[in-house]
């Protein structure tokens, strides 16, 4: 049986791009036990634009505050419709080392809606 938890997050995206979004969490120090680090696999992202003009977003996975080439994911630029929004599906593994960075070309004018499962390393 597997003990991977649902989970969803949403979070309005700024206008600077090298924002950390997510970020599973690391191992750490416990009181007679060893925590293990946290994974994630995104199963779906939506991102929302609430204004009435276009607005772009830009998406990497690599490591902290980076979005250097070679890591992009879901779209640089990606142009997000008036009032509409950009879905995405799949399984996308995020290890502690891994964040997920971006931002949009206006601020807080797109909603990013996260939703995947936390399991354990």
Do not use: C, Q
Request: glycine share 10%; aromatic share 8%; no cysteine.
């Amino acid at each position: 049986m597997a003990s991977n938890r649902l989970f969803k997050a949403v979070v309005a995206l700024t206008n600077t791009l090298t924002t950390n979004i997510l970020n599973p969490a690391a191992a750490g120090a416990g009181a007679g036990y060893t925590p293990t680090a946290t994974f994630i696999v995104l199963t779906h992202i939506r991102v929302v634009n609430k204004t009435a003009g276009a607005v772009t977003f830009s998406l990497w996975v690599g490591a902290t505050g980076a979005n250097v080439a070679g890591t992009e994911f879901m779209g640089i630029a990606k142009n997000v419709a008036a009032n509409d929004s950009v879905d995405w599906y799949g399984r996308f593994r995020l290890d502690a080392a891994d964040y997920l960075v971006g931002g949009a070309s206006a601020n807080t004018s797109l909603t990013l809606n996260l939703e995947g499962e936390i399991g354990l390393a």
